[in-house]
Nanobody, 122 residues
């Protein structure tokens, strides 16, 4: 099993920045891709960004050029640097990890964190 713990959420004004972190523990050798999803009130959970163990990335069109996903394999941690935040970015952000046999980008993520709230005020 893999446990994921997010941190770094909070309240920020529009145009500001936040950095989310997610640290994995447990059977980390079993995972490849890690990613960030978000879910706004009344909306479905959506992929924000993903990154393979080798550093290949993918992003939702809505965050391209503003968000950057990165990964420190030595620390078992994935980051999401969010710049130029907009009120529509307000959501609970979830860290996710996919089992090693899933090719990148995975269609399914197997492990999930509990989420961290990001609120962007106008």
């Amino acid at each position: 099993q893999v446990q994921l713990v997010e941190s770094g959420g909070g309240l920020v004004q529009a145009g500001g920045s936040l950095r989310l972190s997610c640290t994995a523990s447990g059977t980390i050798f079993s995972i490849n891709a890690m990613g960030w999803y978000r879910q706004a009130p009344g909306k479905q959970r959506e992929l924000v960004a993903g990154i393979s163990s080798g550093g290949i990335t993918n992003y939702a069109d809505s965050v391209k050029g503003r968000f950057t996903i990165s990964r420190d394999n030595a620390k078992n941690t994935v980051y999401l640097q969010m710049n130029s935040l907009k009120p529509e970015d307000t959501a609970v952000f979830y860290c996710a990890a996919a089992l090693i046999y899933r090719e990148f980008p995975p269609r399914v993520y197997d492990y999930w964190g509990l989420g961290t709230q990001v609120t962007v005020s106008s």
